[in-house]
């Protein structure tokens, strides 16, 4: 392959084959870009010219804001009512300024009262797939709500779908679904006998970390689901749902193997065991011992319920 951009067919067949054999599944950038807020700046050439500061200086103020971009033009897109982000408005701002969190406040609300009133699962799920206040889901082919039994003792809740789960609509189907159906088998669990979700129920873009606006946005909905199965015993896999549902800012490789609580919005207190992510002990073998750890844990826990 030369370093120049592919010209010919045959150079662009190559360049995709090479992509699709290394993953790559998408046609986005790492980070969203808000086109409704480029289209209403005005451009360079109109612009006074602004004082030039070397890139390192420029780099940390961009980035959080950028980070909210998506959310941005969702809104503008799709005009909700969230007069603070009509980019129309704020034609020349400087990125900070742009990056208002009211809209997203807005959001989370409006998904906490939605989940409040979903009185069971079926219709949870049907808020949120008529939910659009996630930018998330403007990029994602599915819904990735839950499988497994919702009768079930147990609980996992994962990080967000991936691409194999946004193409079925199920979570943990791919390379770390089958490692857990490994880890549940060790234990004499399957799906028939557990629940699993995830935190996010939309696949971020190119599998990128959720921001924090989109977890709350989305934790409503894992918590009400949470609530609504009220299972013996709740998992969580990986860092991202240990501190989403524990309340806590600590590393994953501290909590696990350590029983904490979740406690639901009426008060439930359920049993929860932080442990490693299947995908990062796909990436760090040498740790599926701690895992497995967490699991004879969980194992004694369901042995020793009335
Ligand atoms: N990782 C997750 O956290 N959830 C899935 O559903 C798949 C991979």
Redesign the pocket.
């Known amino acids: 392959m030369t370093a120049t951009a592919p010209n010919t067919p045959a150079e662009i067949a190559e360049l995709l084959a090479f992509y699709a054999s290394t993953g790559v599944d998408e046609a986005l950038e790492d980070i969203p870009i808000n086109r409704f807020a480029e289209a209403s700046r005005p451009k360079q050439s109109e612009r006074a010219p602004a004082p030039v500061a070397p890139a390192h200086e420029n780099r940390p103020q961009e980035r959080p804001s950028l980070a909210l971009r998506g959310d941005q033009s969702r809104a503008a897109g799709q005009q909700t009512a969230s007069p603070g982000l009509d980019a129309s408005k704020v034609p020349d701002a400087p990125a900070r300024t742009v990056a208002a969190a009211v809209p997203d406040e807005a959001q989370a609300a409006l998904a906490r009262q939605i989940a409040a009133r979903a009185s069971t699962l079926e219709e949870l799920r049907q808020h949120m797939a008529t939910f659009d206040g996630c930018n998330l889901k403007a990029t994602a082919k599915n819904l990735?709500f839950a499988d497994g039994n919702p009768e079930a003792a147990v609980m996992l809740v994962?990080?967000?779908?991936?691409r194999?789960?946004d193409i079925e609509g199920?979570?943990?189907?791919?390379r770390?679904?089958q490692l857990l159906d490994r880890m549940l088998a060790a234990i004499g669990l399957d799906r028939t006998s557990v629940y699993?979700a995830?935190?996010i129920p939309w696949r971020p873009p190119g599998n990128r970390t959720p921001t924090p606006h989109e977890t709350e946005i989305c934790r409503p909905f894992i918590e009400r689901q949470i609530e609504l199965v009220n299972p013996k015993v709740l998992v969580n896999?990986?860092g991202?749902?240990a501190k989403t549902l524990l309340n806590t800012s600590e590393g994953i490789l501290r909590l696990r193997g350590n029983w904490r609580v979740h406690t639901t919005a009426s008060g439930i207190a359920i049993p929860a065991m932080p442990t490693l992510?299947?995908?990062y002990l796909l990436r760090t073998p040498a740790h599926k011992k701690l895992a497995w750890r967490d699991f004879l844990e969980v194992k004694a826990k369901l042995r020793a319920l009335p």
């Open positions: 990735v994962g990080e967000a779908p991936g194999d789960e199920l979570p943990f189907v791919g770390s679904g699993i995830n935190v896999l990986g991202p749902s992510h299947p995908a």
